[in-house]
């Protein structure tokens, strides 16, 4: 009669565990969802940005050690352009990257080790002064190098097809007989 009981329970207790699923799952959705009004003021109160009058120094918050904080040097860049493709899509950014510390060769795999953990961080910026103002936050000495803008190269339609005195060959036939020509075939 005892083992009745305690059964009951136990499945009285699995049916509770049902009925408030099933309570909770006829929850209608639509209470669930924000309109597109709050979410714009809510957007609109998150771009208000605060402004701090006095210089930021967080270099004691950072748990960094002293020696990395006072002895560190930055570099401030624009990255070139990727030869191999004719985009520009890397170089818009400015990059922060930190110089390179002692390194050595592991004798076991022959492999470079560094103890330096911010050696191969790079981070990245949208402008030069947000970088600049980053280091100086973490009280890093930066140098900034501008960003190099290549002078075009004028050329005339008909240096396509002018002869090189040098090897005899003209610029624009580029076939198999080109290369042969170059090999002294």
């Known amino acids: ?27 209608p959705i639509r209470s669930l969802s924000t309109s597109t009004w709050r979410l714009a003021q809510d957007q609109a109160r998150d771009t208000q940005l605060i402004t701090v009058d006095e210089k930021l ?11 990395h904080i006072k002895t560190r040097k930055v570099r401030i860049f624009v990255p070139a352009r990727n030869n191999v493709q004719s985009g520009v899509n890397n170089t818009r950014k400015w990059k922060m990257k930190f110089d390179t510390r002692e390194r050595w060769e592991n004798p076991l795999m022959g492999w470079a080790s560094t103890a330096d953990p911010l050696s191969n961080m790079v981070l990245t910026f949208s402008t030069k002064e947000d ?3 980053f280091a100086e936050k973490n009280g890093w000495s930066y140098d900034i190098e501008e960003r190099k803008v290549p002078k075009p190269k004028s050329k005339s339609y008909g240096a396509n097809f002018s002869w090189n005195k040098r090897t005899g060959v003209s610029t624009k036939y580029l076939g198999t007989k080109y290369i042969s020509v170059l090999d002294g075939e």
């Open 1 to 27: 009669m005892k083992q009745n009981r305690v059964l009951r329970q136990m499945l009285w207790g699995k049916r509770a565990v049902a009925v408030a699923a099933i309570s909770v799952s006829r929850v």
């Open 57 to 67: 120094d967080i270099t004691t918050l950072t748990g960094v050690p002293e020696e």
């Open 131 to 133: 970088a600049a103002a």
